[in-house]
């Protein structure tokens, strides 16, 4: 009688553990999800930003100029707070244009986003520029 | 070693592999639906706040008309040029201040999406804030010191700055100052008269001339009486009409100033109708607010209250704080253009907790 009072205890003391790592381990997904639905969003921002930046003209304008700190600067108030950026900026021929860092921070070693964007310049020469935005959330 | 501890130390082994693999199992089993749910609702919630910024609404001047109440609710300029650009009065409308604002019943009808709960809010990039430090009190004039910060999150906001004070039968432009942040100003006006004053600053980024900010500091000069903000008045810009509405009827209005980075005028007043009176706000191409300044009597008491078209920062709908315990709710945040300016906009929407 005693020992299958025993058996009892112990397999409910399993069931327990079951329990308690079952929910840490379903919360530990969640998390999970919601790394997943930031890095998405982050590039709808980030594109948001560079197309409300280029409809008049003014990511050319920044690029043409080599106006790397006013890009920067830009870029700081337009995206959300606590999001860290790096712009690079290519030509046609996929040769790197900015000559200094367009950055906040260094979005490695945290789940980034990136975004690919084709700007055209706005001077009487034809000219276009490969923009390329990573962006990561400030933990 | 006893035979029994070998049989016992085998059957915990056996129920601890059995527990890891059951917890491994419930985890994969639960972890799809779970995330799935989550990711559907983002999905859906970001078409709707898209839907809401890039769609104009029925009518599509629903805006202009004080009348109007949308049937269906969208934010987006009629005449609008390219994406994410919003109509001026639909944005007024926004702003329960505002006399012709819609109310949260209203929107929730007309965006006819019933298990959607929401909040628009509409604010400046960056914060301008105007503070008085000090008065110098000199032989027939009175200096006042005043700082003038441009942050966003604590950080400093480099600003070119358009500076007005309106008083008594005074509209003084001070001119255009550069700032890295923060500067200290100091503004003389004549003892000839007292009463309140206003100090109106209007700020643009110095990297974007489409960021822009503005700040205001109503403070009395030599009067023991404290300025008053909507004690008098109901302004409420709207179809670049200024409605102002007096409170009493023993209240006359002396000027009404719009004033923008680049330009100050007099309004001229258009119609006046049972304590209603309504001025004309030009349209004026400034990629800038347009911040209103009406000064009068009530009776012996001078005042100066102030407004800024568009009407903003506009807020309507759900708290987020409030709500997260009762649904799930997402934020989005988006860059605007109103009137040629760029502004945050941030959309939270949630549905019932599932």
């Known amino acids: 009688m005693k020992n299958q009072r025993g058996q009892i205890r112990i397999i409910e003391a399993f069931l327990a553990v079951l329990i308690i790592f079952s929910s840490i381990a379903i919360s530990a997904s969640l998390t999970a999800g919601h790394k997943n639905m930031e890095s998405s969003d982050l590039a709808s921002v980030g594109l948001q930003a560079l197309i409300k930046l280029d409809s008049d003209g003014s990511l050319g304008a920044y690029i043409d100029s080599g106006n790397w700190s006013g890009l920067r600067e830009t870029l ?55 923009v390329y935005l990573q962006l990561a959330v400030v933990r | 070693m006893p035979a029994i501890s070998i049989d016992t130390f085998f059957a915990c082994s056996l129920m601890v592999l059995l527990v890891l693999s059951a917890m491994a199992s419930t985890a994969s089993f ?66 329960g201040e505002n006399l012709h604002a819609l109310s949260y019943a209203q929107i929730y009808t007309s965006l006819k999406i019933p298990d959607v709960c929401f909040r628009i809010e509409i604010k400046p990039l960056f914060e301008t804030v105007v503070n008085l430090t000090a008065i110098y009190e000199g032989e027939g004039e009175t200096t006042y010191e005043f700082t003038v910060e441009n942050t966003r999150s604590g950080v400093s906001v480099p600003a070119e700055l358009r500076i007005y004070v309106v008083a008594e039968n005074l509209l003084q432009n001070l001119g255009v100052q550069s700032s890295s942040g923060e500067i200290r100003l100091n503004v003389t006006i004549s003892n000839d008269f007292n009463g309140p004053a206003l100090l109106v600053v209007l700020a643009k980024s110095k990297y ?78 400034d990629a800038s607010p347009t911040v209103l300044v009406a000064t009068g009597w009530n009776s012996t008491q001078f005042f100066v209250e102030w407004t800024v078209y568009p009407h903003i920062p506009a807020a309507i709908g759900i708290s987020p704080t409030e709500s997260l315990s009762l649904a799930d709710v997402y934020a989005y945040t988006y860059i605007v253009t109103i009137n040629s300016a760029l502004y945050r906009c941030t959309l939270w929407l949630g549905g019932p907790k599932r």
């Open chain 2, 208 to 285: 974007n001339t489409k960021i822009v900010s503005f700040g205001a500091y109503a403070f009395t000069h030599i009067s023991r009486n404290p300025a008053v903000k909507d004690g008098f008045l109901r302004l409420s810009p709207l179809n670049h009409t200024l409605t102002v509405v007096l409170n009493n009827p023993d209240i006359t209005l002396s000027e009404v100033y719009a004033l923008t980075f680049n330009h100050s005028l007099t309004l001229e007043q258009k119609t006046s109708q049972n304590q209603h009176v309504t001025f004309t706000i030009p349209k004026l191409l």
């Open chain 1, 76 to 130: 700081s108030l337009i995206l959300p707070e606590g999001v860290s950026f790096n712009l690079t900026v290519y030509d046609g021929k996929m040769r790197q244009v900015n000559t200094e860092a367009v950055a906040n921070g260094n979005p490695n070693g945290q789940e980034v986003a990136s975004i690919k964007y084709v700007c055209v310049s706005q001077n009487p020469n034809f000219k276009y520029y490969v």
């Open chain 2, 30 to 95: 639960l972890y799809q639906p779970i995330s799935s749910f989550g990711d559907e609702a983002f999905i859906r919630y970001r078409e709707i706040a898209k839907y809401i910024l890039l769609n104009t609404g029925e009518p599509a001047d629903w805006g202009k008309n004080s009348q109007t109440v949308p049937e269906e609710f969208g934010l987006a300029d009629f005449e609008a040029a390219g994406p994410y650009t919003l109509d001026v009065d639909k944005v007024s409308r926004l702003n």
